[in-house]
């Protein structure tokens, strides 16, 4: 594909409560055994893009150990590859990445050194398949200088966290607003773009000059009518999952047979790194019902509507539902929990509840697991 690949993934949501306390928004696990960067990067490799950076910053070491093999991802390879690219000190530059057009511009000699002709630029907080293959054929089709994928958000979402579009009958751009207070309409940028590398070096050392640091807000906002700028609508899933509730409803989505058999039986793959662990074990007593349970977990209680990552323990008499626990969770006999999200490494004493009536809770257990 004529086309390089760079994934924003320095990002942190203080919406995201306590669960970004410890890791990147886009090191996020979802759907039981992924992250969320995971789709990002297996729609690059699905789409022919050999050569692909991500961006990290914050909270970047779970990241980081993530995407140490690109293997995983079939970036293995003598031409092109994967490329992880964090904020370097130097002489010219003493700052971290102070937004997305900044963390690019503080890596512009990966873009001077490329041969493509264009850049796919992808956020890692979302979960969607995408070819983006067929975004640069509608890119050039219109002559766009910038294409930007959108797509029309849930009813019940908050358009307010997200750049609201409009679009002529063509796909023109006609208005783009960053995180509106309100705003009419549902259709909303996904935070993927196609631009012209040359275009895209240009744009960004004039904005370094000026001391603008945010890829919309000071690049797609005020150049919306300077420049050719359309927008390719996605008809397929996409969610972006920086707030509680986007995450929690993103997992929950994946309860849903269809949801499942487009993301894990349909053609392209989603693919991530695989762990050796076992499959998960149902002990006597056990009860599952629409739950995804991942390798590694061991159930003795009752799991509904929930969510299990990798290596969790449910002890004898438990009640799990309409919960997400994250990796290697240990709960204690006796204990109900119920519309939690249960924060990784964490054990859950035996004889607990944690049950909300309203909203979601994030439970975060520090206690030690093993007694001397």
């Excluded at 945010?214 to 300077?226: A, H, M, Q």
């Excluded at 209680?301 to 929930?306: A, D, I």
């Excluded at 997400?324 to 119920?338: P, R, S």
Aim: overall charge neutral.
């Amino acid at each position: 594909m004529r086309a390089v690949g760079i994934i924003l993934a320095g990002g942190n949501s203080e919406k995201m409560q306590e669960l970004s306390y410890k890791r990147a928004i886009a090191a996020m696990p979802v759907a039981g055994s992924y992250r969320s960067i995971d789709f990002a990067l297996s729609n690059m490799t699905n789409s022919g893009i050999q050569k692909v950076a991500v961006l990290t910053q914050y909270n970047s070491r779970s990241l980081n150990e993530h995407l140490s093999s690109s293997k995983w991802w079939d970036f293995g390879r003598k031409q092109g590859g994967l490329y992880v690219f964090t904020p370097t000190i130097t002489v010219e530059n003493d700052s971290w990445y102070r937004g997305t057009a900044d963390a690019i511009a503080q890596n512009l000699d990966f873009l001077r050194q490329c041969h493509e002709p264009y850049v796919v630029i992808a956020s890692g907080d979302g979960v969607y398949k995408l070819d983006y293959g067929r975004v640069l054929e509608y890119h050039i089709e219109k002559k766009a200088d910038i294409t930007v994928v959108c797509s029309n958000l849930p009813q019940g979402d908050n358009i307010t966290r997200f750049g609201v579009v409009r679009m002529n009958p063509d796909g023109k751009i006609t208005d783009f607003e960053e995180k509106p207070e309100s705003a009419h309409g549902d259709m909303v940028s996904t935070g993927i773009y196609i631009i012209r590398r040359r275009l895209l070096i240009e744009l960004l050392e004039k904005a370094q000059q000026q001391n603008r640091f945010d890829f919309v807000k000071d690049i797609l906002v005020p150049y919306r009518t300077l420049k050719r700028m359309y927008g390719y609508r996605m008809d397929t899933y996409w969610r972006n999952i920086s707030t509680v509730d986007a995450y929690y409803q993103t997992n929950m989505d994946f309860l849903k047979p269809a949801i499942r058999d487009y993301f894990f039986r349909q053609y392209p793959n989603v693919y991530s790194r695989i762990e050796d662990l076992p499959p998960a074990k149902y002990n006597p007593g056990a009860a599952v019902k629409n739950s995804l349970v991942s390798s590694g977990c061991i159930i003795n209680g009752t799991v509904e509507n929930s969510v299990l990552f990798k290596k969790v323990y449910v002890g004898n008499d438990c009640t799990i539902k309409n919960s997400i626990i994250l990796n290697d969770v240990y709960i204690g006999d006796h204990t109900h929990i119920e519309n939690c999200i249960v924060e990784s490494r964490g054990t859950i004493q035996a004889d607990s509840s944690y049950i909300e009536k309203e909203g979601i809770r994030i439970v975060v257990e520090k206690n030690e697991r093993y007694i001397l």
